[in-house]
C-alpha cells in the first residue's frame, strides 16, 4: 500500500487558492503511483476563529475532490467544514478509487461551536480496514475506546496543528507515537502548512518516516492484503 502525505499550504478564507494547490499537489503525488493521497484538516478552506462561511462550500468540495480521485482512479483523505442545521462540524472523508465518499468522521476533540462526533466509524479497502481521527482526536479517550473495538488495521490523522514554539519538535512526535501504541494500528498523520509536516508510524508507534515542512512524503508499508467482506456494514 503506497500513500502519499501532502503537507498543503492552506489560506484560511481563500477557497479558489487552496483549490489550486490542491490540484497542484495531487498531480505531483500521482508521479509516485500512490494508493491514497492524504491532505490536512479543513484544507481547502481554512479555519479562522468563528468563522464557519467554508461550510457552505461542502457540497462543492465533496464533488470536486470526488472527481479527482475517479478520474485518477485513487483513494483521497481530506479534511473540511460540514455544515449541520444550526452548527457546523469539523470532518474528514475518505473517497473511493470511482469517487465514492467511502467514510466519513466528525472531529471529537472540538471547542463548544462546534458540532462534535460521537463515534468512529470504519471502511473496507483492498488493503484492510481504514479509519480516520482528525488532530486533537488523537489525544481523546473516547476515540481511543472506538479505535480499540473497531480494530481498523490503518488510520489517517489529518490535522492543522501549529503550536506556539514555531513547528512540531521531539517532543509532539513521542507524544504522537505514545497515542499510536494505544490505539495498535498502522497511523499516517499529515499537517498543514505553516508549520507542516508528516509522520508515518508502525502500530506499536514506532515512527517509520517523517517530513518537515511542505515537502510531500511518500511511504510504502506491508498490508494484509485482505479481501472485500461480504458485508462493510461499518460505512456511514
Keep these: 500500500m503506497k500513500v502519499a502525505l501532502i503537507p498543503m499550504k492552506v489560506e484560511a478564507g481563500n477557497f479558489e487558492a487552496n483549490w489550486r494547490e490542491f490540484k497542484k499537489r495531487f498531480k505531483e503525488a500521482l508521479e509516485h503511483d500512490p494508493d491514497f493521497v492524504v491532505f490536512p484538516e479543513y484544507c481547502l478552506t481554512g479555519f479562522e476563529e468563528w468563522d464557519f462561511s467554508g461550510a457552505e ?90 479505535i480499540k473495538h473497531k480494530k481498523p488495521d490503518f488510520i489517517f490523522v489529518p490535522m492543522e496543528y501549529s503550536p506556539d514554539y514555531g513547528e512540531p519538535n521531539e517532543e509532539d512526535v513521542k507524544a504522537m507515537a505514545g497515542r499510536i501504541k494505544l490505539l495498535r494500528a498502522k497511523t499516517f498523520v499529515v499537517n498543514s502548512y505553516p508549520p507542516g509536516g508528516a509522520w508515518v508510524f508502525s502500530s506499536d508507534g514506532k515512527l517509520v518516516a517523517s517530513s518537515d515542512g511542505d515537502g510531500t512524503l511518500v511511504v510504502e508499508v506491508q498490508t494484509k492484503g485482505l479481501k472485500f467482506p461480504s458485508q462493510s456494514s461499518d460505512r456511514w
Excluded: M
Excluded at 457540497?59 to 472527481?67: H, K, Y
Excluded at 463515534?119 to 482526536?137: L, P
Design 57 to 146: 462550500l461542502y457540497g462543492e468540495i465533496v464533488a470536486r475532490v470526488s472527481g479527482l480521485a475517479r478520474e485518477a482512479g485513487v483513494y483521497v483523505v481530506f479534511g473540511l467544514l460540514e455544515p449541520y442545521k444550526n452548527c457546523t462540524y469539523n470532518s474528514a472523508l475518505l473517497i473511493g478509487r470511482n469517487g465514492e465518499v467511502l467514510l466519513r468522521h466528525r472531529k471529537f476533540q472540538e471547542p463548544y461551536k462546534f458540532c462534535t462526533g460521537n463515534t468512529v466509524r470504519t471502511a473496507w479497502t483492498e488493503f484492510g480496514k481504514a479509519a480516520i481521527i482528525i488532530c486533537g482526536d488523537l489525544y481523546n479517550k473516547k476515540i481511543a475506546k472506538w
